[in-house]
């Protein structure tokens, strides 16, 4: 049966988690954001928000997530070849990980983008033959040590070597 | 600049979405799913809700988009052999398609999924070599036809060869 | 497996569903509500607003529920013997019936006496010996008939003799 | 006038609250739930998804509520006679109970239920003659004393006889 | 007694409403808005998505209002001498008129325009000498007529002179 | 490009907001305001709990503000000549300010009680020749002291003469 597990006994550290994930796209349509050509608006601006409004509800979009007072959201979108990349790094000072946030942040920019660019990307018969949200994965984590007396800015031991900028 | 386009002078009518994704994962957690092994609970049962909570949230994760009366959310997920898929069926009848709530419903079910199995993806580090969400597709779409006198119920003319069950 | 049942099927009409429930009190409590010597406020005004939010967000609440178009929230409070009775009267012109938007109504309304009134409610240890949400029913509901032509404001035929006010 | 009491002044302390209640039910009903023959699909299943979702969801319920970050949301469904008990285990470590939460929980998931069950619980006319959540009470809470230096994972002092697991 | 007031009996005719506000600010901060030079980043852009969210979020905001399904939401914001003007355009096609949704996604605007400059707005002991958000009025409101036969695209009857563009 | 900025460095202290605003209606509809005469109920109770879930929801009508676990929220409206004034007093032990809260708390005030008075501003033409949401301002922040030992309740420097009662 499922639960909202217990977090309680985690003392509360730095976090970190940074995820990314990719829209494939036509070329057409990457050319007419690059132009700022898309008729609902500036794709990567409103898709950045979206991605950092889908982190902050993360709980309320994976049921046994832990609400988390996330002190920073950043989520950045960059042209490929064929599509669209966007990431997402999370912080928070708390007992549990903020992965979850990261993808949530990724899942919505992404979402995002392929509402703006629809009517591009849509065949004759109202299909996506060539639209794909794909690769979405957590590059890294990082997480700190609990502080002994100052909860706040603790020195934070890498988990992995990190991707961040 | 950004906006919610106007649908007010397209007719309501028959509309459905199917999408589906995947979420690649380690044989290990695919057996610890099957046998109902995991710490969080029952995986499939846990992310379909999830994915119909998703697509219902549409309009709130999705900056642009419309709120739609959806009158029906289908969410399947199944075992594949290096993952599991994800299934959304949307219908409506409204005035503008429901791809991205299939979409977001398919997103919404694999972060649960991701979420559940979090203890046994990651490594030693708390990362995760193996784990991605990947080809999140809209499989087909269908349109009705706007019926002269009655609203509801009118024949459906599939846009393409339908794959839904 | 959950899904969120097709109901594009069904015709649109009056639907009307009344829900009521009771929290019992102490008569301590009760005189305090009456006097409106109760911390936090008027204790029967927040709760109809509480009510009548509930009643609206029951689609993100209750999972399986569609989003429906209300037409109406009514919820009302009254002081009984041992307790407070809390009605809530919803009405939509929709595909499905809103009893469950109605019941939503009343145990929000009636979780918010409780959270008001905890304070007196609670004994030296924290715990509420007297203080239960009960009897939450679902008292009458109506259904109109397709009209042929126009769609509102149909002739309803009472499903059942009606208690409504 | 209504307001959101000030509670910046009591410490941050392990917090418990286990709430329960019951929905009654025809027998029919309760067979098809056992047998797994509930049309919208496991019943007791989603009820406790709906559950830990509405628990989380309190402060948006109860409009006097603070937000609270739970530690852990558990909630459990069981057969009795006459119907299904759902009981519902919150913590915190915060200043300010969880009952509102757990409660919110116990109500979330019989509405849960109720909504999957409705179609073999109406009678002819649409109403429903046996059907009524009932007896929602808090059975324990408990409450740990602040902890000098370190804050998380303090000893827990019972308030009452718990009946936790 | 608060209640959301019955409006099945009014016919679904085209629904607009214009509405806008503003935000004074110090003549630096619109310097830094213009040069695109804000930290948190492109105020307008930010502060259109925020509107527009506002405007669907209506029901939820107010807690009086009907949930209403609109059909375009279009927000602008405009640089004025003394400040950022912001307007938001709001269809349905709904028994009721949408001024509320408007007003909403002018606040929502303003609102997150504030968020954004608050650390030049700020003066050194962390008040706000001159920011303010002022004039929130609905500019002008249209009214369709209901349509015999068809429900949308009914002809506008213009209920005073437009300022919509 | 927007982002939700880090606050991860600044400790936890005391911080309290007092914003207010006005609404500017007709003297026949703050005569019925204050007599109890309006249709949909007792107008500064509704504006008083609207605003006190406005200020709870700022994370989500605000995209780039913080979750921020308020420790207070204190809505207060009262007559003037010429319309009402709405108060939010919003209190958290946190490491971001709360004027954002406070001011969602005093447009959600004003957003209601125009809801509620709708009908008697209106003019035979549907529009709002007086009504205006006007002087939101924030009227005084105040920033306790990071707590050496203990983090709770530290002692409040008031960073400017404040105006709360």
């Given at each position: 049966m499922a639960r909202m597990v217990y977090i309680g006994g985690k003392p509360s550290v730095e976090r970190r988690a940074l995820a990314s994930g990719r829209i494939i796209l036509k070329r057409e349509t990457l050319d007419a954001i690059r132009k700022g050509d898309i008729k609902k608006g500036d794709v990567l601006q409103a898709a950045q928000l979206a991605g950092i409004q889908a982190a902050k509800r993360c709980p309320d979009i994976v049921p046994l997530c832990h609400p988390v007072p996330l002190t920073s959201v950043d989520v950045s979108l960059e042209h490929e070849d064929d599509g669209i990349r966007a990431s997402c790094d999370v912080r928070a000072d708390y007992r549990t990980g903020v992965e979850m946030e990261a993808l949530c942040g990724v899942a919505g920019a992404l979402l995002c983008v392929w509402d703006m660019v629809k009517y591009i990307e849509k065949d004759a018969t109202g299909n996506y033959p060539s639209a794909a949200i794909t690769?979405?994965?957590?590059l890294s984590k990082e997480k700190g040590e609990p502080a002994p007396?100052?909860?706040?800015?603790g020195k934070m031991a890498?988990?992995?070597k990190s991707k961040m900028r």
């Open positions: 690769d979405i994965r957590v007396g100052k909860r706040a800015g890498a988990s992995r």
